[in-house]
């Protein structure tokens, strides 16, 4: 029996150098999304996701890859931390008083 029902996704972005302009960031990968289906989630399909998307980085010569999650985000935080990633710096966006 064959699911043609998306029951996720994930996608990246190989160019963080914005068409040649940034040039420090060649090489730099990024994981912009993903997302799973709450009915499929804590069965894998998302460290299968992302570990085919980080392969599919080295693919395109992106040595090193990077990924966002909000500040209050912590079961991704939790879900990125599996894959060895650590948080390299807060941003804190909007206004504050």
């Keep these: 029996?064959?699911?043609?029902?998306?029951?996720?996704?994930?996608?990246?972005?190989?160019?963080?150098?914005?068409?040649?302009?940034?040039?420090?960031?060649?090489?730099?990968?990024?994981?912009?999304?993903?997302?799973?289906?709450?009915?499929?989630?804590?069965?894998?399909?998302?460290?299968?996701l992302v570990g085919h998307a980080l392969r599919w980085m080295l693919l395109g010569d992106m040595r090193w890859q990077v990924c966002s999650v909000a500040p209050d985000n912590t079961g991704a935080q939790r879900f990125y931390r599996r894959f060895g990633w650590n948080l390299l710096v807060h941003d804190y966006k909007g206004w504050v008083r």
């Design 1 to 48: 029996m064959l699911c043609t029902d998306r029951i996720g996704a994930c996608t990246c972005a190989l160019d963080q150098t914005q068409g040649g302009r940034l040039s420090a960031f060649q090489g730099w990968g990024a994981l912009q999304d993903i997302e799973i289906d709450s009915d499929w989630r804590n069965r894998g399909i998302g460290h299968w």
